[in-house]
């Protein structure tokens, strides 16, 4: 099998990182016009800054607001206005569903697309992949697209505006990535381009944990004073590039499986995605019997955040038997990623490995508040 990497073609980031977006598309050769495709508050917090960067570069531009919903209705709307607007780039600005709907107005018209995302809750920026939702918010497919995006600008000064929740979840979502990364690549598994793992996806999965462990509460303190220190700087790379390249280079395994199957739990519905990745990555470890030391270095760190450790954090306080079965069945339907894993797992061992995670994270606040 051959080995296969793959990253955005440029990735910048900084504070203020918003002013020289002009500069940054003209530098890789992209021409407007520009269909920007943006959620509220995206708009509120950079149209002044569009004007400015845009008009500097030569570039024009028309701004699509975003419904709320990456949907195949909200992605084709937005197909027929960069017809409209003759655009020759597609770019997004907000959350991870207005860059996924940008990336796959993009790929449909096979346009080059840019990534700027205003808050660092997931890995999804970099990748080439959209989660695309009914209207009602279920998810109803993933679509791989050729190319990942051409740019990816994360203007730091944003991101240390935007509420501790969302930064907090995309430390979740980072937690996982070397847990994961690691079973696939141990295990000869298909990343998701299809190829096997390269020593590079290996080593920038692994920075992505250590750099969560070093520099998750620094940044958290960053954001509370809405000020960018280096803490926030690493920390937002690493939720974003490192754990973005780490999951769509290496792969996923039972961590993701698990969220999958959190989602059938209504009262686990309200959480975000990265804080069920969290809960996922304790489940793991307990299904894989990893050594006591990691799971408590887990722990530690996601109680240290403010990340889910039980059951209860993540709106199933007291999960019926029946509840765990149906968690634990959709979480091991045939092509999920926890069948990466190096063993046989079934609902039993499943069901087994989340009572264990819950009763590890009890004991774990218990022991802090002696
Ligand atoms: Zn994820």
């Known amino acids: 099998m051959l080995k296969v990497f793959c990253a955005p073609a440029r990735y910048t980031q900084g504070p203020d990182a918003t002013r020289q977006l ?45 419904s709320g919903e990456c949907t195949v209705a909200e992605i084709q709307q937005g197909r027929e206005a960069a017809v409209a607007f003759k655009a020759r780039l597609i770019l997004g600005a907000g959350g991870g569903k207005v860059l996924d709907a ?34 009602e918010g279920l998810v109803e497919e993933y679509r791989f697209f050729r ?3 051409d740019l990816v600008l994360v203007d730091t000064t944003l991101i240390a505006r935007s509420p501790a929740r969302l930064l907090i979840a995309g430390m979740g979502d980072a937690l996982a990535t070397w847990f994961e990364a690691k079973v696939c690549a141990e295990g000869g598994v298909k990343n998701l381009r299809g190829g096997a793992s390269t020593r590079s ?40 590039l490192l754990s973005g390249l780490g999951f769509e280079s290496a792969g996923l395994a039972a961590a993701h499986a698990v969220h999958n199957g959190l989602t059938t739990a209504p009262g686990a519905q309200r959480y975000l995605h990265g804080e069920k990745v969290a809960f996922g990555v304790i489940t793991q470890l307990l299904l894989e019997d990893q050594p006591e030391a990691i799971v408590q270095e887990v722990l530690g760190f996601s109680k ?3 990340l889910p450790i039980t059951f209860a954090e993540i709106g199933i306080p007291y999960p019926t038997a029946s509840l765990l079965e149906t968690i634990a069945l959709r979480t091991t339907v045939a092509g999920e990623t926890i069948h990466h894993e190096p063993f046989p797992v079934t609902p039993q061992t499943v069901i087994a490995a989340l009572r264990a995670a819950d009763a590890a994270g009890a004991a774990f606040h218990r022991a802090q508040t002696l």
């Open 304 to 306: 240290s955040v403010g």
């Open 102 to 135: 940008a990336r796959a107005i993009a790929a449909e018209l096979e346009l080059p697309v840019v990534n700027c995302p205003t808050v660092a809750s997931s890995d999804a920026p970099c990748s080439a992949v959209s989660v695309i939702y009914s209207p």
């Open 201 to 240: 996806a290996l080593a920038l999965a692994e920075l992505c944990y250590k750099t969560l462990l070093a520099d998750g509460l620094g940044a958290l303190q960053a954001l509370r004073q809405q000020q960018v220190n280096e803490s926030l700087e690493r920390l937002v790379e690493a939720n974003t």
């Open 22 to 66: 002009g500069s940054e598309i003209k530098n890789l050769g992209l021409e407007g016009p520009i269909l920007i495709l943006a959620g509220g508050s995206a708009v509120r917090l950079l149209e002044k800054i569009w004007v400015d960067t845009f008009a500097q570069a030569g570039l024009s531009y028309t701004v699509l607001p975003f």
């Open 147 to 149: 190319r990942n995006p």
